[in-house]
């Protein structure tokens, strides 16, 4: 059975019809309660942001970007896969002919759809992408996560733990997903400030911080230890 995630994202959109990019980007921030969802629009900026590629869960490519270069949707999609193999790449192109789909496969794209394109499709598309991404390519069909009697729902937008509802606000939830989704895998704490801010500047103290607040929404619960820092460096999710 399908269903819409309404859950936390981190969107990439790659497209230089800059009123179709801030319509997609408003439709994922009404209906998807996305993290963070960035447009960017030439090659040069996409370069720039190519250190945070691994920050992001789906990333949306228009096939017929600056036609006349050779920085093109293919060196894009390179470059994409040789920081983070796994991360998939939708193509958004009006070129509906097969041969320009085969390609698309052929350079690592992991979906492609035509435009125009109804909103309500690319946002199923979307989620069925990220839903695989996040349970890291299970497909069981699942609609929730689990870790030792901690659910999250995707359904719901919600964490559960013992059958009763974790109330969290929306950045603690985020930050428990992220870990419930990668559980007893170290995360660096470059990844974690960068995954849910955006912005690799900001001291570790905010970090903790934040962890810390978190922390305390599930102290309550007994498992606020779950969430254990090692040398200051690296976090974990593990019971």
């Known amino acids: 059975m399908f ?16 009123f179709l990019a801030n319509k997609i980007k408003q ?9 963070r969802v960035n447009i960017l629009s030439n090659f040069n900026d996409f370069i720039n942001e190519l250190y945070l590629i691994d920050t992001y869960d789906i990333i949306l490519v ?35 002919d097969i041969w320009w789909l085969k390609i698309a496969f052929e ?3 992991s ?16 989620s069925k992408w990220f839903n695989k991404f996040l349970l890291n390519n299970n497909n ?24 009763n509802e974790i109330f ?16 007893e895998k170290i995360l660096k704490n470059i990844y974690l400030i960068e995954k849910i801010w955006w912005d690799s500047n900001l001291v570790e103290r905010n970090l903790r911080v934040t962890i810390s607040r978190l922390k305390k929404s599930l102290k309550q619960y007994w498992i606020n230890d ?6 200051w460096e690296w976090y974990m999710l593990k019971k």
Do not use: H, Q
């Not at 269903?3 to 800059?18: G, Q, R, V």
């Not at 979906?111 to 979307?126: G, H, N, Q």
């Not at 069909?141 to 937008?157: A, H, M, P, R, T």
């Open 27 to 35: 439709i994922f921030e009404k209906k998807i309660i996305s993290n």
């Open 3 to 18: 269903y819409i995630l309404f859950l936390y994202m981190n969107l990439l959109i790659i497209e230089d019809d800059i």
């Open 107 to 109: 350079k690592g794209a």
């Open 226 to 231: 779950w969430i254990k820092n090692i040398r």
């Open 140 to 163: 069981d069909n699942k609609s929730f996560i689990e870790y030792n009697w901690l659910i999250y729902d995707f359904n719901k937008n919600i964490f559960i733990f013992n059958w």
């Open 62 to 96: 228009d096939i017929l970007l600056w036609p006349k270069s050779l920085n093109n949707w293919i060196d894009i999609i390179r470059k994409i896969r040789k920081k983070n193999i796994n991360i998939p790449i939708i193509i958004i192109s009006w070129l509906n």
């Open 168 to 183: 969290l606000t929306k950045t603690n939830k985020y930050i428990l997903l992220l870990f419930i989704s990668k559980n």
């Open 111 to 126: 979906d492609y759809i035509c435009k125009p394109f109804r909103l309500a499709e690319l946002e199923i598309r979307v």
